[in-house]
Structures are given as C-alpha cells and as structure tokens.
C-alpha cells in the first residue's frame, strides 16, 4: 500500500525555466509534507516543507504547494539551475513522527 | 555541528554471509532510524528509536535483520544471513525528540551501500 507516489520517475527542463515535481498521498490525515534532495552518494537533505494547514511556503527559488482536496502537493524551482539536478523525494509526516517517502523524481536541468 | 556519521560506506558480501552497519547520530537528537533504499525506490524505514527503545519496527525483517542503540546514542544494524534482495543503501537519520510541533525534519547520514553477491 503505497501512501506516498511520485508519477513521474524523471523530468528534463532548460536551464531558467520552472521545474515542478508532483506528489500525491492517500491518508488526509497527514501532519506536515516534506521535500528533500539527493544527489550521488550522498545521503538525502531537506528542502522544505508545509504543514497540512497551510497551501504555499516559499523558501527562495523553491515553493511548495498543498491542494489537500486532491491530496496532491507539488514542488517548484524557478528559476531552475544545474545545480538543481538531483532526485527529489516527497515524504509525509504523520502522528508517529515518522516519515514515509515517496519513489522519488530524477531532475535534469540542462544549461 | 556534525553530521550522522555512518560506516562503512560500501559492503560486498556473499548471500548467507552477515554484515554490520554502525550509525553515530547527530549529538543530542534522540529519534534514530534506520531505512533501506533499493536502487530506483525511495527510502523505506526500517527500525525508529527513542533513546535506547524501538518506536517502531514493523517492517524490520526480524528473522534476518536485527538493530540495537545502545545507550541512546550510536547504533547498528546487522544482517545476517545476507540474501541477493538485501542489496542496498542503508540510511541511517536523527531527529530532535518527538512530540515537539512542526515538520519533523530527518538529517540523513551518507549511507552504506551493500551488494550481496
């Protein structure tokens, strides 16, 4: 039972464009939604995130949205670097405190 | 402040053979996890403490893998035996206590990558 997907196993954009990766979950009762960043051989980092109450955090080049009807949120970049190639992994945040991840997405930013 | 230090970082073994995994987490979290990424999926926890006790590990295989925290700081992960579907980048990750309000945001060490041959 997969509480956390992510369609979209890559995505490519053009250097200075948006990038937005999508996220959709089955338990509406979720706390807190998180976004973190891999890169190679690296552990993952945080990026941000939004609590369930809330429907936009912006944090510099990156927003995240919440649309709790459709139990969908979504990260934007812009504008998008390639630097910001990396794998993107939603997580929710429940009661427990524990975090369950989603597949993750493959960014390609292309200079 | 220091990060979650994990080793080794790589691990290769044969099936049936054991293997453990060490995790010294940030100073002063008390959460730990433990989580398994198979290559192409996103992370999957497998054992969360509290200090020195188990919160939650429901999808710890138990007849193969065991985990123990010690005195509420470092911890390990063992295999044993290894099977071929064992192979993976095991993430260790720390938190501040639970119960605290906001996002409960995971520092994630580098992980140790193991290929069961």
């Known amino acids: 039972d997969q509480q956390v997907k992510q369609n979209s196993p890559s995505l490519s954009v053009q250097e200075g464009r948006i990038s937005i990766l999508n996220c959709d979950y089955t338990n509406s009762m979720f706390d807190y939604f998180l976004w973190y960043k891999k890169y190679p051989a690296e552990g993952p980092t945080f990026l941000i995130s939004?609590?369930?109450?809330?429907d936009k955090n912006e944090d510099g080049r990156f927003t995240v949205f919440l649309n709790k009807s459709a139990k969908h949120l979504s990260l934007h970049i812009v504008p998008s670097q390639p630097g910001d190639s990396a794998v993107y992994f939603c997580?929710?945040?429940?009661?427990?405190?524990?975090?369950?991840f989603g597949g993750g997405t493959r960014l390609m930013v292309k200079p | 402040e220091a990060g979650v230090a994990q080793s080794p970082r790589y691990k290769i073994i044969e099936k049936r053979q054991s293997v453990a995994f060490w995790c010294n987490p940030i100073?002063?979290?008390?959460?730990l996890y433990w989580y398994q990424q198979i290559l192409g999926q996103g992370p999957k926890l497998l054992i969360q403490?509290?200090?020195?006790?188990?919160?939650?590990d429901s999808q710890l295989p138990k007849d193969r893998f065991s985990a123990e925290r010690l005195k509420g700081v470092d911890s390990t992960l063992k295999i044993q035996p290894a099977k071929l579907e064992d192979s993976a980048v095991y993430l260790c990750a720390s938190s501040l206590a639970q119960g605290l309000s906001g996002a409960n945001v995971l520092t994630f060490g580098a992980g140790s990558r193991l290929t069961v041959l």
């Open positions: 403490f509290q200090n020195n006790g188990v919160v939650d």
């Open positions: 997580a929710v945040n429940n009661a427990g405190n524990m975090l369950t």
């Open positions: 100073s002063g979290h008390a959460t």
């Open positions: 939004i609590s369930s109450i809330k």
